[in-house]
């Protein structure tokens, strides 16, 4: 058997604050093969987007990765100095970011921001990557590509402000494309255009899709493999069709019965889970979800219990088996 | 049938569009809301949706009476309340509150929890006593879900979900009827989401409250709506009861937005076609002749590009399209 493209073990990162150490990420481990997509769900404060920076080694000044390796094509990135990365980002793994409004930049045109990583990356002149831009722009289905390469970010709209990020990392083929929420500030019917394009482009291209989000409808539409986190740990990682099948860590089921979904009996209250997440600068000693958890007893708040095999492909961090 | 509680005429919101610095004069109109009319019945839940842009808040303020109405009338509890403003509110005032939609800016981070509660009674029952003021502030962080240790922290030290409360405490303190969620769950995350949503109809129960809800979020809406009304561009394209509306949209419109939500379920999903959507929203400045969704509308017919339809009754709700119209008088008609 080959190896993954990319595989993640034992990973964990944490932040320098105010009140000391902030462990973000513990204990996170999950690989990915060329061609597919995988989600990393989990609500705000359980390390997913902290999971998916660590990767390309954006995590500022205060973050630091303290523990595990992440292994792409055979090296460990998170050995890599700063120059090195710099060769992989935007080239062999790109990103794609939650804003599309903050994270082009304003008083550039279009057509530059394409052409750049194919400048320097690919040595290209600024002539032949901005050609290039315009076959990328037509390949994100933006309509008038070679009038839009003279256009500034503010004179397009959500939807297409998004698609020139997505041409963006693009640009150089990367192996594999990060995309952090990449359609949470636009609205459903551009988001489902904005995922299609993005499933069909990497099916194309055979590229890895790594997919962070909240929504666990996008979740079943598009990812092949899926990591729940809560917390800054991994609660469990299965394939799609298992995970909404077969549930078995006590979070994801309560997550799962928790949306209120196009098919659900509306005249019964929604189930909840109690409580709140976990403050990560004063986590909890044992597993992130104990305090909010009905089945867990005194070992659960012990120690934090390490992910287990429970089947074939499928991961859990829980003392119980379902 | 007794009167609604709120009904809305014909109601336009317009927004001058100025040029010139010094002696700037109008040039055109943003059409935000154009042409909307609705009624809502004492203790029912109507739901607006639709994408960002296409007029949901407007409306909301408007009926608020927090913007200036261009034309059509508003009339709440059998009163017109068009022309009215501020202080002109009077009893009117208490009786409509809103929830907004972000739980960080809707909340003053130097008040108090308990000076933010109790701000409408101050403001509104000016002679209420002390004690019973601090007991119907202790009273609405109960009703809420809040414990009483709370009443002297800021805003900071609570999460999202509790800010939420907060804000539902506030706007409860002077026992309104009508309630306005503008996007109230849309900020949560799923499991706090779940906690408000149940919270909000509890709350509908115990003190029959009526709710205008704003979201553009289709699973949320059908959990909490008796009926729906689906905008686009500053109109309606259809309204319709819960039921009728999930299970038969007629609308092209409302079929795509139904389409593109995705189902958390991949067995569904496999077997649902993907779906086909053509184009994004027009700007509200410049919005298309005839039916407003036509350059998107994958059954367009000549005339949806030359006259705006008029709302049919179908169904028990209304639908603004042409072919459906159109079909229906062919129906009708034959024997």
């Known amino acids: 058997m080959t190896n993954p493209l990319l595989s993640i073990s034992d990973l964990g990162v944490s932040f320098r604050s105010d009140e000391g150490r902030v462990h973000a990420v513990n204990n996170v481990s999950f690989s990915i093969d060329g061609g597919k997509t995988l989600a990393i769900v989990g609500e705000s404060g359980s390390g997913k987007s902290v999971t998916a920076l660590s990767i390309l080694q954006l995590l500022g000044d205060a973050g630091r990765i303290d523990a595990g390796t992440i292994m792409f094509e055979g090296v460990d990135l998170a050995q890599h100095t700063p120059s ?29 921001q394409v052409a750049e990583p194919l400048v320097l990356h690919q040595g290209l002149s600024w002539q032949q990557a901005l050609s290039q831009a315009e076959t990328l722009l037509h390949q994100v289905a ?144 044992g597993c992130p979800f104990a305090p909010r958890c009905t089945l867990a007893e005194a070992t659960c708040n012990a120690a934090p219990p390490d992910p287990r095999e429970v089947g074939s492909n499928h991961l859990m961090a829980c003392i119980y088996d379902d | 049938m007794t009167e609604p509680l709120l009904q809305v005429k014909d109601l336009k919101v317009h927004f001058p569009v100025t040029e010139g610095v010094l002696f700037s004069r109008q040039v055109g109109s943003v059409k935000a809301v154009d042409g909307v009319s609705f009624d809502i019945q004492r203790g029912e839940t109507l739901s607006l949706v639709g994408e960002s842009g296409c007029g949901k808040s407007t409306t909301a303020l408007a009926i608020l009476r927090m913007l200036p109405v261009t034309e059509g009338q508003i009339l709440f509890d059998g009163e017109d309340i068009t022309q009215r403003f501020g202080n002109q509110l009077g009893a009117t005032r208490p009786r409509i509150q809103m929830v907004y939609q972000d739980p960080f800016g809707s909340l003053n981070p130097r008040m108090k929890v308990q000076d933010i509660i109790g701000e409408p009674l101050k403001v509104h029952r000016p002679n209420q006593t002390k004690p019973d003021y601090t007991k119907r502030i202790k009273e ?54 779940a906690q408000v949503i149940n919270l909000l109809m509890q709350l509908q129960k115990d003190f029959g409250l009526t709710y205008l809800f704003i979201s553009h979020d289709l ?77 998107r509308c994958q059954h367009v017919i000549d005339q949806c590009a030359t006259t705006a339809p008029l709302p049919y009754q179908s169904d028990g709700g209304a639908v603004s399209c042409h072919l459906l119209a159109n079909r229906a008088t062919t129906e009708s008609a034959a024997p």
């Open chain 1, 84 to 112: 090195a990365m710099r060769h992989i980002r935007g080239n062999q793994i790109s990103m794609i970011f939650q804003e599309p409004m903050t994270s082009l930049n304003p008083v550039i045109k279009v057509g530059r």
């Open chain 1, 142 to 285: 933006i309509p008038d590509p070679k009038a839009r390469l003279e256009d500034y970010p503010h004179q397009l709209s959500g939807g297409m402000r998004q698609r020139v990020m997505i041409a963006m990392a693009l640009a150089c083929s990367p192996k594999l494309i990060i995309a952090d929420e990449p359609t949470t500030a636009l609205d459903v019917t551009v988001q489902a255009q904005i995922l299609a394009l993005l499933k069909d482009l990497t099916r194309q291209t055979g590229a890895a899709l790594i997919l962070i989000t909240h929504d666990l409808g996008v979740v079943a539409r598009y990812a092949d493999h899926v990591v729940v986190m809560y917390g800054g740990r991994m609660m469990e990682s299965t394939t799609a069709a298992q995970l909404y099948r077969t549930p078995k860590h006590p979070y994801t089921k309560g997550l799962m019965s928790a949306i209120p979904s196009l098919d659900s009996d509306t005249n019964l209250e929604l189930a909840t889970i109690d409580g709140q997440p976990p403050n990560l600068a004063n986590p909890p000693q």
């Open chain 2, 140 to 193: 609405l962080m109960d009703i809420v879900g809040l414990l009483p240790n709370m009443a002297d922290r800021y805003p900071h030290e609570f999460s999202g979900g509790q800010r939420q409360r907060i804000g539902i405490a506030r706007a409860l303190a002077l026992q309104p009827d009508l309630l306005i969620c503008d996007e109230a769950v849309s900020a949560l995350d799923v499991s706090i989401q």
């Open chain 2, 219 to 295: 699973s949320v809406v059908r959990h909490v709506s008796d009926r729906i009304a689906v905008m686009y561009l500053g109109q309606f394209v259809e309204v319709k009861a819960r039921d009728t509306l999930f299970s038969n949209a007629q609308h092209p419109y409302t079929k795509t937005l139904l389409d593109a939500v995705p189902i958390a379920n991949p067995d569904i999903e496999a077997q649902r076609p993907q779906p086909l959507i053509v184009g994004e929203v027009p700007s509200v400045r410049n919005p298309p002749h005839g039916c407003r969704f036509h350059p």
